[in-house]
């Protein structure tokens, strides 16, 4: 049982940069990789990036490639997401997910547990 919290969501002008946390208890990150999502209303849940157990691997999606940074500090239990040069099509809610290690993808139903979501909403 893994409990995920988000944290850093706001309300951002276009351009600007938001950092979200996803901070973690009951199990150390150190066993899953990690994935963000986000969620628009009346859009499908989408992938945004992941990072492999050890961090040594990341992928992102093509929207966000050279504008988001997926980080963890493993001893901190903390997965972060940097999010630069944020746009009006980055508004939605962002959600962290754990799987188990070798299991991360960018398919949701790979993820065993997720946070509540954090909301991110950047204005032009």
């Known amino acids: 049982q893994v409990q995920l919290v988000e944290s850093g969501g706001g309300l951002v002008q276009a351009g600007g940069s938001l950092r979200l946390s996803c901070a973690a208890s009951g199990r150390t990150l150190s066993s899953y990789d990690m994935g963000w999502f986000r969620q628009a209303p009346g859009k499908e849940r989408a992938f945004v990036a992941r990072?492999?157990?050890?961090?040594?691997?990341?992928y992102f999606a093509e929207s966000v490639k050279g504008r988001f940074t997926i980080s963890r500090d493993n001893a901190k239990n903390t997965v972060y997401l940097q999010m630069s040069s944020l746009k009006p099509e980055d508004t939605a809610v962002y959600y962290c997910?754990?799987?188990?290690?070798?299991?991360?993808?960018?398919?949701?139903?790979?993820?065993?547990?997720w946070g509540q979501g954090t909301q991110v909403t950047v204005s032009s």
């Open positions: 997910a754990a799987a188990r290690s070798g299991y991360g993808r960018s398919w949701y139903a790979n993820y065993d547990y």
């Open positions: 990072i492999n157990s050890s961090g040594g691997s990341t």
